[in-house]
């Protein structure tokens, strides 16, 4: 359950900032947790690296044309190289 509500924090020694527990315990953030700060419109929005990862699928899958067997056009390419090797080894 996300945690709703005015969550804040303080700037502290060394620009340290505690994530408040309510906001850790909602998005299953436990110590050690490595986060991604990225500077967004002049705020700040913090996520975690499965979040990273998820958000950098969604933007590669945005670039493949609609229709588009990357993995079969993968295999396709390969097989032509593959194809040339041997002919150009006979």
Same mark, same amino acid.
């Given at each position: 359950?996300? *945690? ?5 924090? @303080?700037?502290?020694?060394? #620009? +340290?900032?505690?994530? /408040? *527990? /309510?906001? +850790? ?10 986060? @991604? %700060?990225?500077?967004?419109? #002049?705020?700040?929005?913090? %996520?975690?690296? =499965? @979040?990273?990862?998820?958000? %950098?699928? !969604? ?5 493949? /044309?609609? #229709?588009?067997?990357? =993995? !079969?056009?993968?295999? *396709?390419?390969? +097989?032509? !190289? *593959?194809?040339? !090797? @041997?002919?150009?080894?006979?």
């Amino acid at each position: 359950m996300l *945690a709703h509500g005015d969550h804040k924090a @303080t700037i502290g020694p060394h #620009g +340290r900032v505690v994530v /408040p *527990a /309510p906001v +850790r315990k909602a998005l299953n953030w436990d110590e050690g947790t490595v986060l @991604t %700060f990225l500077l967004q419109d #002049g705020q700040v929005v913090v %996520f975690d690296q =499965l @979040t990273a990862l998820r958000r %950098f699928q !969604e933007y590669a899958q945005s670039l493949i /044309p609609p #229709g588009t067997d990357v =993995l !079969e056009d993968f295999l *396709a390419e390969r +097989r032509a !190289e *593959a194809r040339n !090797e @041997t002919s150009a080894n006979e």
